[in-house]
């Protein structure tokens, strides 16, 4: 009863308040509960199945490419944060300090880590001797934390789920192809698996991470026009490597700094899912990353034979999908509105009619269609459409951003398309931060990255006229 | 050359310095490296890849037998671990405390996760109302934090990685159920994966996890004759949900409090693995656990075609077990200490003359036998060969605990075999913690279990004389 009553309420719609939407469908499609410490988050059962579902192909990947995965602790002493004069300053303001150990206060206060660069060099300081220990190529699984203000589950939370890929190479050519190379990884994956287009690009001087000598990015674009950053991989060149003093002795003999990397994706990333494909009825999720991609739902289940079926047909599928059947005293039309809210991909209906003419009806989540499909079938057509929906859904996308980016040459259309359309906006950019400092004062936009593939828009920078040869993409981000 | 010259020095043998042999082998089998905060190390690629099999077996066992994986906040707020009296007393002396987050001091100061019965009290609060809403059977895999003051690596860190299991249930019999159903799968685990035999039983009052009305262990004899506590499944009675009130309304339409247990298992098991099966050369692994169950080491590889059939079987066998190549031009004699230290179940060892004869040697880690196999049978003999050594390394195991256990009537005699016979001591107890105190105190031993199989030593406590019907294992112990 109580269960029943929970699924009539609705959640807010999109155009009324995109975020309430936003975390309407976190709440009631149970990815997370809210906890008494402030940006911390349980992360349930559901949302964590497509976490472990996203890790799972990207540790695959990395694994194929050579990486290995390792362990670093937790926490980061003062002094060792210290080391990388950008870094601290990037970092320090936002770590969360341990100063106690039981009773005893501690000699050194210790953070936690926001991102483990600086574990990693202190380790391949004591691992790197020679060119033959090079390169490495290693990555972990944990959360990091960091003590931000605003807080919005998956989007921006105090501790947050990630992997964090660290590589260290004897050259600096090695090692700009690996940053490359991995953000490639991160921009297949999202388009192959989470049906999101993604636009490729290094991040500007002034949007670069603490301590980068370059920041590779990949940009979506959400529903309401936002910007998301998905994934991002930095070059360090030898920085981190001076800092902490890493040297190896070459072929040649001699004493050298190497080159170092590192890149990272998280739980954001299902919050990019949720906002990408979600609508009015609830989340909406790509089959690759679904955690069920087909639910069974009897209908007319207290009829001789119809359960029965319908298990047997479960089983029958379990062999090509993910399926799960609902044999719970809901009604059918809960269900449907528990499943849609949930975003499984496929609802299979089995009922008395159905049995007689050897057939049921599929549902698709995304666009409501209705097919009805021979029992003989099953094995064939539930891959075949589940492929159709994972394809739909990311040309739907791309549809999408392409009727929401835009270009503008001067600073009035600008300045126009930003208090007006939602969206991307390419422009021209002539490099210096004062242009992008006045375009994120006066048209509230910020830099999301020069893409890799540049197109010509004006001979002359959209802030201050001068020659400009770099097309950037702008816009409003979370 | 560096490397050549690591691997002359030899490690120090177990005779010699148990202790001293461990820290040896962790290091050099290059399954940690330390870091500059104490208890804290890094897990290295083949330490963590050991850690992933394990994870990956236990998963799999967990969800077949229905649990989900979530994942809780690392931060507790000490008002929220200050709930259950007696889980606070046995925690509180031995957390990490965040008092600062950025530049501000926290209002409330947090601690790091020692374990998570809290949190996943807070949250079972939120979402469970209903009869229909239990049982939960979560799980989550994360690291968790204890300020030891002694630290050894895996077997007691300040951070160590592990899974806890968290359950919730309408009823007292079926928490009950489930305590002993996950302890079970723990022993199972250690005994078909790990070769490692194990005693199933509870723990007196005295060892008690802090909060549990039952803590249900399962211990291991590690070739010093010490004993290792390998996991542990606690059964809580409603004694959190009441702390935390905790309250569901039953089918019979009143209000009740649900029963929970907890359950856990860590990295420690690495080190059980280590001190269970390792020798005076090395890492000795299982091969249902080891990362590499094959390496492949050619001979002459200068000789043409040496190489390439090397390569050939490798590919080859790929398809029947997880093996590896070692074409580096380090010496064969090097390779083969080497993998020896990395306790890699198998060596292929592939030469002209073996190509010549159709054949190859293949040669055991655990007792160093040699095999002359054709090539034409290596896809159905490593396999073979592989289970022989798992079940090799289970005899063996089990062979030594049967030798270093002991049964002791009287009090003179239970000192006599602590004194002077590492292992395992049987003897009767009247149940007082009197008792146990005592041969702590007089013996040195402490009490392990009282296991489920039960034998008939003697009529009186070997402590006091009086009247016992209770058998319990004592030991020094991790």
């Given at each position: ?289 679904a955690?069920t991609?087909?639910v ?43 499943y849609?809210?949930k975003g499984v991909p496929?609802r ?17 989540r ?113």
């Open positions: 009863m109580a269960q029943q009553k929970k699924m009539v309420e609705e959640i807010t719609s999109m155009e009324e308040d995109f975020a309430k939407w936003y975390t309407d469908v976190v709440k009631k499609a149970e990815l997370i509960e809210y906890t008494s410490v402030k940006g911390c988050m349980v992360i349930r059962p559901y949302g964590y199945a497509i976490w472990e579902n996203i890790q799972k192909e990207l540790d695959r990947e990395f694994k194929a490419l050579g990486h290995e995965n390792v362990c670093m602790p937790m926490f980061i002493p003062e002094s060792l944060l210290n080391k990388e004069k950008d870094h601290v300053e990037g970092f320090a303001p936002e770590v969360a300090w341990v100063t106690y150990g039981g009773n005893e206060k501690l000699e050194e206060r210790l953070c936690v880590r926001p991102t483990s660069e600086t574990l990693f060099c202190e380790h391949y300081k004591a691992i790197v001797q020679s060119y033959r220990d090079l390169p490495k190529l290693y990555n972990q699984w944990v959360s990091v934390v960091r003590w931000e203000k605003t807080t919005r589950p998956f989007l921006r939370s105090r501790e947050f789920l990630w992997q964090e890929g660290h590589t260290i190479h004897a050259t600096a050519e090695e090692a700009r192809e690996e940053t490359v190379r991995m953000l490639n990884v991160y921009a297949d994956f999202c388009e192959n698996y989470l049906a999101m287009p993604v636009v490729k690009g290094v991040k500007t001087e002034k949007e670069r991470f603490a301590g980068a000598e370059d920041t590779y990015t990949i940009e979506a674009l959400m529903h309401d026009g936002k910007a998301l950053q998905s994934a991002t991989s930095h070059y360090f060149g030898d920085g981190f490597a001076r800092a902490f003093d890493i040297q190896f002795t070459d072929k040649d003999n001699k004493l050298k700094y190497p080159f170092q990397t590192s890149w990272g994706s998280t739980t954001r990333l299902i919050g990019a899912i949720i906002m990408t494909h979600g609508d009015n009825n609830g989340l909406v999720l790509p089959p690759k990353i955690p991609q087909v069974v739902i009897p209908v007319a289940a207290h009829k001789a034979g119809v359960l029965e079926k319908a298990q047997e047909l479960t089983d029958r599928i379990s062999k090509v999908c993910r399926v799960k059947i609902d044999t719970s005293d809901n009604s059918p039309g809960w269900k449907f509105a528990e849609e809210m496929l299979l209906e089995i009922g008395p009619k159905d049995i007689e003419n050897n057939q049921c009806v599929l549902v698709r995304d666009n409501r269609e209705k097919y009805f499909v021979s029992l003989d079938d099953l094995e064939t057509e539930i891959p075949k459409l589940l492929d159709t929906v994972q394809k739909g859904l990311y040309e739907a996308a791309l549809a999408r951003r392409a009727n929401m980016t835009y270009s503008a040459a001067s600073l009035d259309e600008l300045k126009d398309i930003a208090d007006n359309k939602p969206g991307f906006i390419k422009a021209m950019w002539c490099g210096s931060r004062e242009c992008e400092e006045k375009l994120k004062e006066y048209a509230g936009v910020s830099s999301r990255c020069i893409p890799f593939e540049q197109e010509h828009i004006a001979d002359t920078c959209v802030c201050c006229g001068k020659p400009a040869d770099k097309m950037l993409y702008w816009g409003k981000a979370y």
